[in-house]
Every structure is written in structure tokens, then in C-alpha cells.
């Protein structure tokens, strides 16, 4: 396996595709998290709020997309992330997670990351700082 230290501004690291979400990962999530908006496990509830069905948690995406940099915490780890959240997940999107290297130094690198959808839209954009160990 490449170590993140050889990844090169411009280049991508290995691109992750979430299997379909389901409303199991859901539940699972607002247990974990806290966050028991129906809107997120209850179908009637979401079109009531004016939504076609239920919708990820926008901080489910955010943190599946930590796993771009799980074969790599060897290494070091993620320092910074922010993300701005662009459009809704829905049941059974399969969201494929993305990052690119965006700048480096000898204590860290910058990525652009993203996830995007199986129509190819862009569901969260922002970035992540990954530092190195020394």
C-alpha cells in the first residue's frame, strides 16, 4: 500500500463507495448520535416536514467520509475537517467519498474532499487537514 506521504498535490486518494443508505444505518446513527428527528427514520414525518422521504443525517455523510483516511492513521491523523453540506442523502443513495490532495508540507496535508452521489451530485464539499507523524 502507498503511504499518504507519497500522495501528491493534484492526485486522489482511493475513492470509498457506501453501500445504498438504509433506513437501518439511519436508526443506528440517531441511536449513536443523539439526533431523533424523525425526519431521518420516520417516512411520514419527513413529508410532512415537505421532504419526498426520509434523509441522512448530514453528519452521517461528514463522518463516512473520515474513512478515506482509515488506512492511513498509522501515519497520523485527521487535525481539521469542515464541510459545507450541498444537497439531502436519501434512502438507498450510494454515496461515493472522495479526496484530493490540495497542498503539503513535512507536518501535513490539505485535502479537498467530498461526497457525491450515484447521479454524480456533490452532497458535501469542504476539506480536511491530515498531520503527520513525526
Given amino acids: 500500500m502507498t503511504t499518504i506521504r507519497e500522495w501528491q498535490v493534484g492526485q486522489s486518494l482511493p475513492e470509498v ?15 449513536a448520535s ?8 420516520i ?10 422521504g426520509i ?6 455523510t461528514m463522518g463516512n467520509l473520515a474513512k ?17 453540506f450541498q444537497s439531502m442523502v436519501f434512502l438507498n443513495d450510494v454515496v461515493t467519498l472522495k479526496a ?3 497542498e503539503k508540507d513535512d507536518k ?3 485535502f479537498m474532499v467530498a461526497a457525491v452521489n ?17
Avoid at 34 to 41: A, E, F, M, R
Avoid at 43 to 52: I, Q, T, V, W
Avoid at 55 to 60: C, P, S, V
Fill in 100 to 102: 484530493t490532495v490540495k
Fill in 17 to 31: 463507495t457506501l453501500p445504498p443508505v438504509s433506513r437501518l444505518d439511519l436508526i443506528k446513527y440517531a441511536g
Fill in 55 to 60: 434523509i441522512a443525517h448530514g453528519m452521517w
Fill in 68 to 84: 478515506l483516511f482509515t488506512p492511513y492513521y498509522e501515519e497520523g491523523f485527521v487535525q481539521d475537517y469542515f464541510v459545507r
Fill in 108 to 110: 501535513a496535508i490539505r
Fill in 118 to 134: 450515484q447521479h454524480g451530485k456533490e452532497v458535501i464539499k469542504g476539506e480536511a487537514v491530515f498531520s503527520l507523524y513525526e
Fill in 43 to 52: 417516512d411520514d414525518e419527513a413529508k410532512k416536514a415537505g421532504l419526498p
Fill in 34 to 41: 443523539g439526533d431523533y428527528n424523525p425526519i431521518h427514520t
